[in-house]
Nanobody
Framework: QLQLVESGGGSVQPGGSLRLSCAASGFTFYAYKIGWFRQAPGKEREGVSCISSSGGSPNYADSVKGRFTISRDNAKNTVYLQMNNLKPDDTAVYYC????????????????WGQGTQVTVSS
């Protein structure tokens, strides 16, 4: 069964940090690009970051550049999203997703999705 499971969400104060994890199973992980997406209440889902199979040249949304870092460990079938200097606008449910083909921040291009993990940034 193709599966992605996110973890690591929680509540933090502005300026704080969280590291999200996305654990994959049931498919050839190293062959897939992995993206992180988020959806805030009342807003459309948006792409946050994407990482290639090898981990090189990741993509980031402008809103998170310099604050978020994506990485992957193919030996552990896991992708991480390190989020630093969090802001209230980062509050959302964060999803990881997988696809073959090229890396993208366009959610319709991804066909395997996790269930999401909540991130809340508030003082």
């Amino acid at each position: 069964q193709l599966q992605l499971v996110e973890s690591g969400g929680g509540s933090v104060q502005p300026g704080g940090s969280l590291r999200l994890s996305c654990a994959a199973s049931g498919f050839t992980f190293y062959a897939y690009k992995i993206g992180w997406f988020r959806q805030a209440p009342g807003k459309e889902r948006e792409g946050v970051s994407c990482i290639s199979s090898s981990g090189g040249s990741p993509n980031y949304a402008d809103s998170v550049k310099g604050r978020f870092t994506i990485s992957r460990d193919n030996a552990k079938n896991t992708v991480y999203l390190q989020m630093n200097n969090l802001k209230p606008d980062d509050t959302a449910v964060y999803y990881c997703a997988a696809r073959t083909g090229y890396c993208s921040l366009y959610d319709a291009a991804f066909n395997i999705w996790g269930q999401g993990t909540q991130v809340t940034v508030s003082s």
